[in-house]
């Protein structure tokens, strides 16, 4: 319990600012410090399952424009083939 003192300046720096309660040698210290690391991970988890998501369809998108510019290429290729014939 004593070492507890210890998680009030890295927390802080996290921007988690608890009352001194908390974080004191108090009832309850490591339910709040759980509570938060609980809170913290879930936020986190819907943060990199919403960036995932943005990049899988940016990464989509790019992947099919690719795809569509090398068409519209060939078909030009195809149409000055023609025209030299």
Do not use: H
């Amino acid at each position: 319990m004593a070492g507890l003192k210890k998680y009030r300046l890295p927390l802080f720096f996290t921007g988690w600012c608890q009352s001194d309660d908390a974080v004191n040698l108090g009832t309850g210290a490591e339910n709040s410090l759980e509570q938060y690391a609980d809170q913290w991970l879930a936020i986190t988890t819907q943060q990199v399952s919403k960036t995932s998501r943005y990049l899988t369809r940016l990464c989509f998108l790019l992947v099919f424009g690719c795809i569509f510019l090398l068409l519209l290429a060939s078909r030009d290729l195809s149409t000055l083939v023609n025209k030299m014939k």
